[in-house]
């Protein structure tokens, strides 16, 4: 079946600290991969995404890349900010199985502290 | 501004009780989506609508019940809410183009936080 195991939270960093929060994944089929991001308060809004194998998605410093040996999609960044205190979800939808649903992690919880 | 909005935000109600949530968008996006999010199980899919007309079960469906009379609308109805059914609860849309590509980039509402006392 499909699902996505990441990095257990919560994560605290000084800013301009690095960051990576790992994402491994099993998918019966050709998965897309994608990394969500919840502000406090608000929903989930797509963070970036990779649709094959060793695609890289990068968006605001953050940058993930799909590694079909390792079924791995680990988030990193070189320096994090205060603003990007949020919850990270990793996901993953595969198209041959109709992709009606994300396939969700249990979501990483980053703290950033000046 | 092309968005889901979802209302109530927050709701405290008892046991027993109906209650609906409702998720509008505006993006006459075909594909909608109820999801449950608590601590330490992500995301889960309570039910789905590929269209007008047409909804489907998704993993934690007990409980719960929607309908898609109109593409802009997909309401979340609790007919008997019980404590287990405290959580923040999400809608989401997509064309459905996006998820024959795979490339599904779903839009979130804000959440509806719902407690059942």
């Known amino acids: 079946g499909n699902s996505v195991t990441q990095m257990e939270g919560p994560v605290t960093l000084s800013e301009e600290a690095f960051l990576t929060i790992n994402c491994t994944y099993t998918?019966?089929?050709?998965?897309?991969l994608f990394w969500y991001v919840q502000y406090p308060g608000e929903g989930l809004q797509l963070l970036l995404k990779?649709?094959?194998?060793?695609d890289k998605g990068s968006n605001k410093g953050f940058e993930a890349t799909y590694r079909k040996e390792t079924t791995s999609f680990h988030l990193e960044k070189g320096s994090v900010q205060v603003s990007d205190s949020a919850v990270y979800f990793c996901?993953?939808?595969?198209?041959?199985?109709?992709?009606?649903?994300?396939?969700f992690g249990t979501g990483t919880r980053l703290t950033v502290i000046p | 501004e092309a968005q889901v909005t979802q209302n109530p935000r927050y709701l405290i109600t008892v046991t027993g009780k109906k209650l609906t949530v409702t998720c509008s968008q505006n993006?006459?996006?075909?594909?909608m989506s109820w999801y449950r999010q608590d601590p330490g199980l992500g995301l889960r899919q309570i039910y789905y609508?590929?269209?007008?007309?047409?909804?489907d079960k998704g993993d934690v469906p007990e409980g719960y019940k929607v309908s898609r009379k109109e593409k802009r609308n997909f309401p979340l109805i609790l007919e008997s809410p019980s404590p287990n059914q405290t959580s923040l609860y999400f809608c989401?849309?997509?064309?459905?183009?996006?998820?024959?590509?795979?490339?599904?980039?779903?839009?979130f509402g804000a959440g509806s936080r719902l407690t059942v006392l």
């Open positions: 989401a849309s997509t064309p459905s183009g996006t998820l024959r590509s795979g490339a599904n980039v779903l839009t």
């Open positions: 998918a019966t089929g050709y998965p897309s």
């Open positions: 990779a649709t094959k194998a060793d």
């Open positions: 996901a993953l939808s595969d198209r041959r199985t109709g992709a009606n649903n994300l396939f």
């Open positions: 993006m006459n996006h075909e594909y």
């Open positions: 609508s590929m269209n007008v007309e047409v909804t």
